[in-house]
């Protein structure tokens, strides 16, 4: 269900939706295609693109994680979503390749932040290779103070991003220095702190320590 709804939102956020192959329906296909408009509309209102940086071919864009019904011909966005207040809820990443157009969706990820692109979303090197990373921010695990992160790191043979292997995802992260990070968790227990360190060594993330507190 996730994969197809990913696959229709990527093509409503595109802007295709009067050139895609209408959702599957004949007696409801108007109901569909005006659903179709409307979410599309709303989605140019509720999704944020993160600012421009110098030489970094990427359009990086936050949107509201999508729903589609049982009967596959309605689309709704995140209920957790309000526009009145704009704060929280499911996303996730839109990255478009602005020379050759690829796209890429990345996420789910869940926030009780604003859903604004610069306030969840981090583009810096963080294995220090030379090319821009995403971290996206998620909400804090077990109710603890920290939040979780996700790293994204960029793969120049395929011109895409992958999710950082090797390295705790739950936790909040932080450079100490060029390629090197900590990432503090509450785990085991919501009273303990656990903080790994890792350094981006021959391709891959290679813990350092880890130290409980």
């Known amino acids: 269900m996730k994969f197809i709804t990913s696959i229709v939102a990527l093509s409503i956020l ?11 329906s004949t007696s409801k296909s108007d109901r569909g295609e005006k659903t179709q408009e409307k979410t599309e509309a709303e989605l140019d209102k509720e999704s944020s693109i993160y600012p421009p940086i110098k030489d970094f071919p990427f359009e990086v864009k936050v949107v509201p994680v ?8 309605e ?11 704009s704060v929280g809820g499911g996303y996730n990443i839109l990255v478009t390749n602005k020379i050759n157009h690829d796209i890429q969706l990345l996420g789910w990820h869940s926030t009780e932040l604003p859903r604004i692109a610069d306030e969840i979303l981090e ?6 290779d030379g090319f821009l990373d995403i971290k996206a921010m998620d909400s804090a ?13 960029y793969n120049p043979e395929f011109k895409n991003f992958e999710e950082g292997e090797g390295i705790t995802q739950i ?4 450079v100490t220095k060029p390629g090197c990070i900590d990432i503090e968790s509450p785990y085991p227990s919501v ?23």
Do not use: A
């Open 191 to 213: 009273h303990v702190t656990t903080i790994d360190s890792y350094c981006w060594k021959n391709g891959k993330w290679k813990l350092i320590k880890s130290e409980t507190n």
């Open 123 to 128: 583009i810096k090197d963080f294995n220090n």
């Open 14 to 24: 595109l802007g295709c939706s009067s050139q895609h192959t209408p959702i599957n």
């Open 141 to 153: 695990p077990m109710g603890s103070r920290f939040l979780s992160s996700t790293i994204y790191l």
């Open 75 to 85: 689309l709704t966005r995140d209920e957790s979503y309000d526009p009145k207040i």
């Open 171 to 174: 936790g909040e992260l932080t």
């Open 66 to 73: 999508l729903y589609i019904d049982e009967e596959q011909t």
